[in-house]
């Protein structure tokens, strides 16, 4: 079984700043990608930003140049720093691995939520 466990979600004023982080642990092989997803009330969830074991990165239109995702290979965590957050950021913020094992199989695995609520 793989956990993954987030932290840094909280409260903070509109032009603030967050960073997320998720670390991932138990049966790991290989961790193919991980990224954040989020879910406001009411919205479906949707993804946020993407980055593969290589380093290459995906973002949603909406963050694109205020989050950066980034990884430590090393510590098997996965990070999220979100600059000039705005309002409509506020979300449950949702960790997401893609784990190879040794037989070559995938699979996914979701963190448990951190809440960012950015005031106005």
């Known amino acids: 079984q793989v956990q993954l466990v987030e932290s840094g979600g909280g409260l903070v004023q509109a032009g603030g700043s967050l960073r997320l982080s998720c670390a991932a642990s138990?049966?790991?092989?290989?961790?193919?990608?991980m990224g954040w997803y989020r879910q406001a009330p009411g919205k479906q969830r949707e993804l946020v930003a993407t980055?593969?074991?290589?380093?290459?990165?995906n973002y949603a239109n909406s963050v694109k140049g205020r989050f950066t995702i980034s990884r430590d290979n090393a510590k098997n965590t996965v990070y999220l720093q979100m600059n000039s957050l705005k309002p409509e950021d506020t979300a449950v913020y949702y960790c997401?691995?893609?784990?190879?094992?040794?037989?070559?199989?995938?699979?996914?695995?979701w963190g448990q939520g951190t809440q960012v609520t950015v005031s106005s």
């Open positions: 980055i593969t074991s290589g380093g290459s990165t």
């Open positions: 138990g049966s790991i092989f290989s961790i193919n990608a």
């Open positions: 997401h691995a893609l784990i190879g094992t040794i037989q070559g199989y995938q699979y996914q695995y």
